[in-house]
């Protein structure tokens, strides 16, 4: 199982904060590819310009291997001060 939660805007548009997903992806491509398919407007979200994915609490880049028991979260761009 994996454990998917998505922060700010994302959340927002999704209408949830986090959930279980069984069974676990096999990437984070194939997780982003699941998510934009059950809902298009989250998808679209996730594809946009600085959004970020941490896996097991570390930010990651690119596609990687997920793992049963991994928590993705899904970040939306940062913005400074």
Do not use: H
Not at 30 to 57: P, Y
Not at 67 to 74: C, K, L, S, V, Y
């Amino acid at each position: 199982m994996t454990k998917v939660l998505l922060l700010g805007r994302l959340r927002d548009v999704a209408g949830w904060r986090e959930r279980s997903i069984d069974p676990a992806p096999a990437t984070l491509s194939a997780l982003r590819d699941l998510l934009t398919r059950e809902d298009a407007a989250l998808g679209e979200a996730l594809a946009g310009r600085g959004v970020q994915a941490a896996v097991n609490k570390a930010v990651t880049r690119g596609d990687i291997a997920l793992n049963p028991g991994d928590e993705i979260a899904f970040l939306p761009p940062m913005s400074g001060g």
